[in-house]
T-cell receptor, first 115, second 111 residues
Framework: DTAVSQTPKYLVTQMGNDKSIKCEQN?????MYWYKQDSKKFLKIMFS???????INETVPNRFSPKSPDKAHLNLHINSLELGDSAVYFC??????????????FGPGTRLTVT | DQQVKQNSPSLSVQEGRISILNCDYT??????FLWYKKYPAEGPTFLIS?????DKNEDGRFTVFLNKSAKHLSLHIVPSQPGDSAVYFC??????????FGAGTRLTVKP
C-alpha cells in the first residue's frame, strides 16, 4: 500500500501545453510538498502546503500552481510548458508538529520531458 | 546558492568496509540535518537525522556525525553491504519546513 503516490510516472509533452501531476498521501500527514530535481540532480523545494495553506513558495514561475483539494492531495499544474521545465518532480509529505522538521516521505517521482 | 554541498559525486567501497559520506553547509541557522537514500526510479527515503544539539546519532549500521564549528556532517555506514548501493542525499533545515538538499553522492558497494 503506497504511502505517497504520484501520477503519471512519465509525462512527455510539447512546449506550450498545460499539464498536471497528481499526488496523494495516505499517511495522514498535514503537510505536502513539491520538489524539482534538475539536471544537476539538486532537489529543490517548490511548494509546501500545510492544512491547505501555502507556507513556502520559492522563486517558482507563476506558470506553476499547486492545488490542494484536501489534506491528502497536492496536485501540481503547469501552464505553457517550456523546455527548461523538463525534470523529475517529487511529491512528499510530513507531519508538522511546530517544533522541528522531521523526515519527509517521498513519492516515486514524475519524469517530465518537454519537447 | 547551494547552502548544502556534497562535494563527492561518487564513492566506491568494498563490501564489509566502512563508507563515509560527507556533507558541508553554509547556513549557520540550520539546526536539523537528515540523510536520505535514493534508489533508481524511486523517491528518496529517510535514513537518519541529527539535531544540532547533538554531535552523533547512531542507528544500527548507520551513524551521523555533526561538527557544528566546521559546518560539516558525515554519514558512516559500517559494515557496508551491496544493498547500500544508492544515491545518498544530505538535507538541512532551519527549524521550519524549508529543507535544503545537497546534490547527492552515489555510493557503490562492491561484493
Amino acid at each position: 500500500d503506497t504511502a505517497v503516490s504520484q501520477t503519471p510516472k512519465y509525462l512527455v509533452t510539447q512546449m506550450g501545453n498545460d499539464k498536471s501531476i497528481k499526488c496523494e498521501q495516505n499517511l495522514g500527514h498535514d503537510t505536502m510538498y513539491w520538489y524539482k530535481q534538475d539536471s544537476k540532480k539538486f532537489l529543490k523545494i517548490m511548494f509546501s502546503y500545510n492544512n491547505k495553506e501555502l507556507i513556502i513558495n520559492e522563486t517558482v514561475p507563476n506558470r506553476f500552481s499547486p492545488k490542494s483539494p484536501d489534506k491528502a492531495h497536492l496536485n501540481l499544474h503547469i501552464n505553457s510548458l517550456e523546455l527548461g521545465d523538463s525534470a523529475v518532480y517529487f511529491c512528499a509529505s510530513s507531519q508538522w508538529t511546530g517544533v522541528a522538521p522531521y523526515e519527509q516521505y517521498f513519492g516515486p517521482g514524475t519524469r517530465l520531458t518537454v519537447t | 546558492d547551494q547552502q548544502v554541498k556534497q562535494n563527492s559525486p561518487s564513492l566506491s567501497v568494498q563490501e564489509g568496509r566502512i563508507s563515509i559520506l560527507n556533507c558541508d553547509y553554509t547556513n549557520s541557522m540550520f539546526d536539523y540535518f537528515l540523510w536520505y537514500k535514493k534508489y533508481p526510479a524511486e523517491g528518496p527515503t529517510f535514513l537518519i537525522s541529527i539535531s544540532s544539539i547533538k554531535d552523533k546519532n547512531e542507528d544500527g549500521r548507520f551513524t551521523v556525525f555533526l561538527n557544528k564549528s566546521a559546518k560539516h556532517l558525515s554519514l558512516h555506514i559500517v559494515p557496508s553491504q551491496p544493498g547500500d548501493s544508492a544515491v545518498y542525499f544530505c538535507a538541512a533545515s532551519g527549524g521550519d519546513n524549508d529543507m535544503r538538499f545537497g546534490a547527492g553522492t552515489r555510493l557503490t558497494v562492491k561484493p
